[in-house]
């Protein structure tokens, strides 16, 4: 890993490209969940639809963000060991999480939020120092989502004493296919979603057989022509940290309770929708290169996987022929 | 002359399971003999020449009347039984389908303003169709020669 680029740039967020904007389209962007939101939308729909995703994205922060005191994921961790009633959204996100988990065999894991505070994640990103210089302190297993208990009748919901969930990704990944059909529904047929890197098309904008769209190796960046669903990148580029002499990031295994020893600096997939281009992305990640890929292949998803060294894998469906260097 | 019970009939094939049916007919494994499937009503009866058949009893009205009771009660506390279980197997149903599926599929108030509740829905997905993809593959046909319009990056 080139250590000296990781301590050069430990948080900026990466520079964007020079996108275009397709014909009859116009870009919208506002800052949400700790990151940009990025949207393009029909020209006369633009403002009706920026309205409809700033307001959903603003609702679901206030919901699921662990940064703010008062949100009822903060709530709900803050009384772990007695049933609390949840709302609809927040029991939905839960629900998915668990889902997920489950068809991860717990390789993705909500319930890790302990772990990554004592990893030194202990405020939003832009907040955290690149270095820090406190303890390292042993990560502790997880798993513990398994004793969650939900009551999907009353919508009520039992944390073990001990665990604290964390939806991050998942959340964003949700939000991003829920303003897609939110847009949908108030008539709108074209739009793309970029919250932060995880991102999901709407139709095709006018006089476009595709959305060409950039995926990130080491180095080196290539476009890919995105039909429909979704794409998300999971990696160490961005959020990362020293502790010490140790590199810390995000992406924790739950085997250990520790940042995941992987061989991999990103992967990228390519789903149907973004909660599971989401999940699957940081699941191939933290399993590694060989696990990583026989796990995007059984389920047919497509991927690109960077190596450490900056080379690079493929799992089909992905469009090896089709990517063009930017 | 006695029949010696290990002397089989070999017009019937051997079945090696009880009663096994065969070609609509019961054969006994045992002896291989076919046992003519008789029903109760076509049993001969046993009647001589000038008996008349007797005339039920009447029951009696009080009798009767308990009986009607009975039943009534025993109606009143199936159909109890039958709406409870009904109503377990509804709610067990309702909970299966929250648990396992669910959608950040959006709604929009009766207002017609734009909320972001999402609600559960049986059409998505539980744990083993969580990943699925519906097939194909989500990609265009052509390399583009258009400058890129958003991108992906490390999350």
Redesign the interface.
């Given at each position: 890993m080139d250590q000296a680029a990781l301590r050069k740039h430990p948080s900026a967020e990466?520079t964007?490209?020079?996108?275009?904007?397709?014909n009859g389209m116009r870009r919208e962007e506002f800052r949400a969940m700790g990151?940009t939101i990025?949207l393009?939308l029909p020209e006369s729909q633009a403002a009706q639809g920026a309205r409809?995703v700033r307001?959903?994205f603003s609702?679901?922060e206030q919901v699921l963000s662990r940064f703010l005191p008062n949100s009822e994921l903060s709530q709900l961790n803050a009384r772990a060991g007695t049933p609390v009633a949840v709302?609809?959204?927040l029991?939905?996100?839960l629900?998915?999480a668990l889902?997920?988990a489950?068809?991860?065999q717990g390789v993705y894991d909500p319930a890790l939020l302990d772990q990554l505070v004592r990893a030194g994640y202990d405020r939003t990103f832009d907040d955290l120092p690149a270095v820090r210089f406190d303890p390292i302190i042993p990560g502790e297993p997880g798993g513990r989502w398994r004793s969650i208990k939900?009551d999907?009748?009353r919508r009520r919901v039992t944390l073990p004493v001990g665990i604290k969930l964390d939806f991050g990704?998942i959340a964003?990944g949700?939000?991003v296919?829920?303003a897609l059909?939110?847009l949908r529904?108030?008539g709108i047929r074209t739009a793309?979603v970029?919250?932060?890197?995880?991102?999901a098309v709407l139709g095709l904008?006018p006089d476009?057989?595709?959305?060409?769209?950039?995926?990130?190796g080491q180095g080196q960046?290539w476009?890919?022509?995105?039909?429909?669903?979704?794409?998300?990148?999971?990696?160490?580029?961005?959020?990362h940290w020293w502790q010490g002499n140790t590199l810390q990031h995000h992406l924790l295994d739950p085997r250990t309770g520790l940042p995941a020893q992987s061989d991999l600096w990103?992967v990228?997939v390519?789903?149907?929708r973004c909660?599971?281009a989401?999940?699957?992305a940081k699941v191939a990640f933290i399993l590694g290169s060989k696990q990583g890929a026989e796990f995007l292949r059984r389920?047919?998803?497509?991927g690109l996987l960077v190596h450490e060294d900056g080379t690079w894998q493929i799992v089909e469906?992905w469009?090896v022929?089709?990517?063009?260097e930017? | 002359m006695e029949k010696n019970p290990y002397q089989y009939d070999t017009t019937v094939q051997w079945i090696p399971q009880q009663n096994q049916l065969y070609e609509g007919r019961y054969v006994t494994p045992h002896t291989g003999q076919l046992r003519p499937q008789v029903l109760q009503n076509e049993r001969p009866q046993a009647r001589s020449g000038n008996q008349k058949p007797r005339p039920p009893e009447k029951m009696p009205k009080a009798r009767a009347l308990a009986l009607a009771h009975t039943f009534k009660k025993w109606l009143a506390v199936a159909a109890l039984i039958s709406f409870g279980t009904f109503s377990g197997l509804v709610a067990f149903h309702q909970a299966s389908i929250t648990t396992s599926s669910q959608t950040s599929q959006t709604n929009k108030t009766s207002s017609g303003s734009s909320q972001a509740t999402p609600t559960t829905s049986s059409s998505s997905q539980n744990s083993s169709s969580f990943l699925n993809q519906q097939g194909g593959n989500n990609f265009g046909s052509s390399s583009s020669s258009q400058t890129p319009v958003s991108g992906t990056h490390t999350s």
């Amino acid at each position: 890993m080139d250590q000296a680029a990781l301590r050069k740039h430990p948080s900026a967020e990466p520079t964007p490209p020079d996108y275009s904007i397709p014909n009859g389209m116009r870009r919208e962007e506002f800052r949400a969940m700790g990151t940009t939101i990025s949207l393009l939308l029909p020209e006369s729909q633009a403002a009706q639809g920026a309205r409809i995703v700033r307001s959903l994205f603003s609702e679901w922060e206030q919901v699921l963000s662990r940064f703010l005191p008062n949100s009822e994921l903060s709530q709900l961790n803050a009384r772990a060991g007695t049933p609390v009633a949840v709302s609809d959204l927040l029991y939905a996100v839960l629900a998915t999480a668990l889902t997920a988990a489950q068809a991860t065999q717990g390789v993705y894991d909500p319930a890790l939020l302990d772990q990554l505070v004592r990893a030194g994640y202990d405020r939003t990103f832009d907040d955290l120092p690149a270095v820090r210089f406190d303890p390292i302190i042993p990560g502790e297993p997880g798993g513990r989502w398994r004793s969650i208990k939900v009551d999907p009748i009353r919508r009520r919901v039992t944390l073990p004493v001990g665990i604290k969930l964390d939806f991050g990704g998942i959340a964003k990944g949700m939000a991003v296919d829920a303003a897609l059909e939110q847009l949908r529904q108030n008539g709108i047929r074209t739009a793309l979603v970029n919250a932060g890197g995880d991102l999901a098309v709407l139709g095709l904008s006018p006089d476009a057989e595709q959305w060409p769209i950039t995926v990130p190796g080491q180095g080196q960046s290539w476009t890919i022509p995105l039909h429909h669903g979704a794409v998300a990148t999971s990696g160490i580029a961005r959020r990362h940290w020293w502790q010490g002499n140790t590199l810390q990031h995000h992406l924790l295994d739950p085997r250990t309770g520790l940042p995941a020893q992987s061989d991999l600096w990103s992967v990228t997939v390519v789903a149907d929708r973004c909660v599971q281009a989401e999940v699957t992305a940081k699941v191939a990640f933290i399993l590694g290169s060989k696990q990583g890929a026989e796990f995007l292949r059984r389920h047919h998803i497509a991927g690109l996987l960077v190596h450490e060294d900056g080379t690079w894998q493929i799992v089909e469906p992905w469009p090896v022929h089709l990517m063009k260097e930017v | 002359m006695e029949k010696n019970p290990y002397q089989y009939d070999t017009t019937v094939q051997w079945i090696p399971q009880q009663n096994q049916l065969y070609e609509g007919r019961y054969v006994t494994p045992h002896t291989g003999q076919l046992r003519p499937q008789v029903l109760q009503n076509e049993r001969p009866q046993a009647r001589s020449g000038n008996q008349k058949p007797r005339p039920p009893e009447k029951m009696p009205k009080a009798r009767a009347l308990a009986l009607a009771h009975t039943f009534k009660k025993w109606l009143a506390v199936a159909a109890l039984i039958s709406f409870g279980t009904f109503s377990g197997l509804v709610a067990f149903h309702q909970a299966s389908i929250t648990t396992s599926s669910q959608t950040s599929q959006t709604n929009k108030t009766s207002s017609g303003s734009s909320q972001a509740t999402p609600t559960t829905s049986s059409s998505s997905q539980n744990s083993s169709s969580f990943l699925n993809q519906q097939g194909g593959n989500n990609f265009g046909s052509s390399s583009s020669s258009q400058t890129p319009v958003s991108g992906t990056h490390t999350s």
